[in-house]
């Protein structure tokens, strides 16, 4: 239907066989599998734990309830991301607070904001690397370490990112990663906690499966008869078909980041000609993910004329993100307003998702960019 999607997925056979050896093996359900997942996910982050789970949102619920939080805690985190992380928080009886993004260049969370926004009440903030663009970690760590807050990073976007050389996902006190669809690599879904932290391992091994005490391939195994549940957990166990493609999304990652900035270099080489659209992240390398590209609209430009004229094309594009406390359950909820978030109501109202994925070769890139310059320049009856 579109000439270039949004995004589009193309598994390798090598994947493919992976998935299929499992269902043939006659052990579907976390093990053996999922172990490896574990390890090998651990090995890449150069970090002592990788807990594989149901999805990035359950990563993100357990994070929170390892780390304590609570009824009566506060949790700053961005509004211009999706709503899981903001949900994950609500989830543990805690208050989401919202700190403003750094700027038109940099759509992450302020550190200046996260100062302002600290109180009594503060125990954590949640950081997001948004499209895959590390946060500025270094003042962020310095802020919650004079405040003794912990740190949860939210790494959907951000599978290899890196901030001065360390991985995303392991600055903090704990990393979530999602593993749905669109992400730079899935088990269609599925997620990650990382952490340092054996203590908060053990927690989110033991919430991850109702906090029993013991798994149903250690009681398969005679390894145990019994089992006594010592937490009130949940089922966000990952099963052994999604681990499979995870490992072989895994073993690919590298290759599909480099193409991913392949393309978002020549996205930023020829678009930095047109007037009307900024790029943020401009001077962002290698060091990002480049999970989506964002560009922000000037003011003077209608927004669903250019992407309806960008769909005219055939070319698909997405919002990232429609801003989480403005909307109606929040609003209702918590009592946000408009205004409270300049920066990033601005952004929100302007920012356009080109598409970008691996296997959409330049061609495609230069097709959408042609599209771009035809709207600027021909396109007027849209505009
Ligand atoms: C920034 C961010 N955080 C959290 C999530 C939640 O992940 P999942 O969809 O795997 O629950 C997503 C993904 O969709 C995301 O983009």
Redesign the pocket.
Known sequence: MWKVPLFDIRLDQAAINAVQQVMRSGWLTMGDVTKNFESLFAEFLDIKNAIAVS???AA?HLANMALGIRDGDEVICPSL??V??ANSIIYVGAQPVFADIAGYDQLNISPEDIKAKITGRTKAVQV?HYAGHPCDMGPIKKIADENRLYIIE?C??APGAEYNGKLCGTIGDVGCF?F?TNKNMTTA?G?MVVTNNDQLANTVRLMRSHGMTALTMDRYRGQTLSYDVVELGFNYRMDEMRAALGVAQLNNLNDVNNKRYRFTQLYKDRLSHISGVTIPFRDSGSASACHIFPVILDENINREQFIAYLKHRGIQTSIHYPPAHLFDFYKRTFGFEEGILPLTEAVARREVTLPLYPSMGDDSVQYVCDAIEDYYGKGEKYR
């Open positions: 999805n990035g949102t993100l991301t999706f899981a992380g997001v939210d959907a976007h999602s749905f879904e997620g």
